[in-house]
């Protein structure tokens, strides 16, 4: 006979995919990484509560590509 779990209504879905990366689900708790030679911007870890994941999901990018938007004020 297999195993069934039943899903709690306090369980998160899984978090969004993120480019250039990867999540793994251990109990309450979502861990990124990034592929080989990305660099991660954000936090590694997200954990469920509530039914909802805390913060955001990071960005994995190459090192040294980075987007700066700049202000002028005239």
């Known amino acids: ?3 069934f779990c039943q899903k709690q209504s306090s369980s ?3 978090p969004s995919a993120i480019a250039n990366g990867y ?3 251990f109990q ?3 861990r990124y990484s990034c592929n080989k030679g ?3 911007f954000g936090f590694a870890i997200r ?3 509530s039914g909802n994941w805390t913060g955001s999901s990071p960005e ?3 090192p ?3 987007c700066f938007q700049f202000v002028t004020s005239i």
Do not use: V
Request: aromatic letters at 12%; proline letters at 0%; one cysteine or more.
């Open 60 to 62: 994995c990018r190459l």
């Open 38 to 40: 990305f660099k991660m």
């Open 64 to 66: 040294g590509k980075f």
């Open 12 to 14: 998160c879905d899984n």
């Open 23 to 25: 999540f793994t689900i």
């Open 28 to 30: 309450s708790l979502a």
């Open 47 to 49: 954990q469920c509560k």
């Open 1 to 3: 006979s297999g195993k």
